[in-house]
């Protein structure tokens, strides 16, 4: 083999194994769902590219929600069942090793199954950011988009928007940047509905356990909070 054959082979095989070995880092960095969202997501419907949590009513805005960086899908299905029980079906994305990043689009895949059906959008943390970015490229059938200790970045920016937004964090989070969240607010209309869960944080909203750098919840019924914010804000300022 010609030594230059031989270099670029080299080379070849150490991208492979970086590659592999990022794979498997990240896969080990990922929040896994508590053993009480595992047992509800079962009770969703889990396909590809999302667990779907059905509901039999039609009039209902359909829910697309794009899950917080390195976070199992499935560790949102404690509030997502709630919610569809009350009517509006969820759809949370699966998104390629967990980053909402990789995968902006996914939502797409939902849209196009529903291409007549009212949507709202949400996301939790980096998810949120990315949410953002769809809703202002897909405005038609947007009803309303809510975020959980997340914001909108200035390519994702709804300050120009007239539908409802809701904003939702937690009292004890160490994990979203306030600095970064306040300037956010520049890219979210005035009407923007700003609720604090007290004693909540980070990881509460979804159930997957404590985060790296979170601070501690001193409430154990942070989903069903979100679940009964989510499902006010929706009767009140969507339907």
Known sequence: MKKWKKI?????????????????????????????AQQTAEKGESSRDWLYFPSNDKTKPM???????????????????????????VYILKMPLDLAVLAPNRGEKVLSEHPDRDYVLGGHSLGGVMASR??????DKLAGMFFLASYPDEKGSLAGTEIPILSLTGENDKVLNRETYQKAKEDLPKSTDYQEIAGGNHAGFGA???????????IDNQNQQVAERLLAWLTEKVE
């Open 134 to 139: 769809f809703a202002k490229e897909h405005p």
């Open 208 to 218: 997957y356990g404590a985060q790296k750098g979170d601070g501690t919840s001193t």
């Open 8 to 36: 670029l082979l080299t080379v070849l095989i150490g991208i492979v194994v970086v590659m592999v070995g990022g794979v498997a880092y990240l896969k080990t960095q990922t929040y896994a769902p508590t053993e009480r």
């Open 63 to 89: 829910i697309i929600f794009y899950p917080g960086a390195l976070v199992d899908p499935e560790s949102y299905s404690l509030w997502a069942q709630t919610v569809a029980k009350a009517g509006y079906p």
